[in-house]
């Protein structure tokens, strides 16, 4: 395992909701990334945010992690849950409430 | 630069019997949308379905596009 896999792991294991995102919850940098923002606050959901701009390593590292070329990632209860089109789909499905309601 | 039809033509060489939809979202040849009803996503996830178009793309996710909207659905 390297250590960048090893890093994220942590991060995933230590923030029950956790989104692998460009810029931060305050200042999105990036129209996926801020639209999943938007969608875990209608959710009304404490959720800890990882900016990968501000780290080259773990941008590179997290589309190895879950084999997933894009960001955002959600990941909940150490799962990965989706990017943007699949937490938008499951959002507006009802099925985001339920997977979130686990991690509270 | 990958036009749309190129997009949609190797989607649709990655996934035989799909069919597949592919617009340009800002005219700049590297923000799409793609949605794609394939007979491959039967028993799929979401995430599955996403991650075979991801595939069939390869390093092009990392290069030509920078963004891909992806609505996927498994054929009937």
């Given at each position: 395992?390297?250590d960048?896999?090893?890093r994220i ?5 230590a ?10 919850k305050s ?6 990334s801020?639209?999943v923002?938007q ?10 945010t990882?900016n990968?701009?501000?780290d ?8 190895a ?14 799962k990965?849950?989706g990017?943007?089109?699949?937490v938008?789909?499951?959002?507006n499905a009802?099925e985001l409430?339920?997977?979130l309601?686990?991690?509270? | 630069m990958?036009s749309?039809?190129d997009l949609?033509?190797?989607l649709?060489?990655?996934?035989p ?14 923000h ?14 979401r995430?599955?379905?996403?991650q075979?178009v991801y ?7 990392k ?12 054929a009937?």
């Amino acid at each position: 395992m390297s250590d960048v896999h090893q890093r994220i792991q942590e991060l995933v294991d230590a923030h029950p909701v956790v989104l692998f995102m460009k810029g931060t919850k305050s200042f999105p940098q990036c129209g996926f990334s801020n639209a999943v923002v938007q969608i875990l606050k209608k959710e009304g959901v404490s959720f800890e945010t990882v900016n990968v701009l501000a780290d080259p390593e773990i941008r590179e590292g997290i589309k190895a992690f879950a084999n997933w070329p894009t960001i955002p990632q959600l990941y909940v209860n150490g799962k990965f849950v989706g990017g943007c089109d699949i937490v938008t789909e499951m959002h507006n499905a009802g099925e985001l409430a339920k997977e979130l309601e686990a991690a509270k | 630069m990958l036009s749309t039809t190129d997009l949609k033509n190797l989607l649709v060489q990655a996934l035989p019997g799909a069919t597949v939809e592919v617009s340009d979202l800002t005219g700049t040849s590297d923000h799409f949308q793609a949605i794609i009803v394939a007979p491959q996503f039967r028993g799929k996830s979401r995430i599955e379905q996403h991650q075979i178009v991801y595939g069939a793309l390869g390093d092009r996710m990392k290069q030509e596009i920078h963004a891909l909207a992806l609505s996927t659905r498994a054929a009937e």
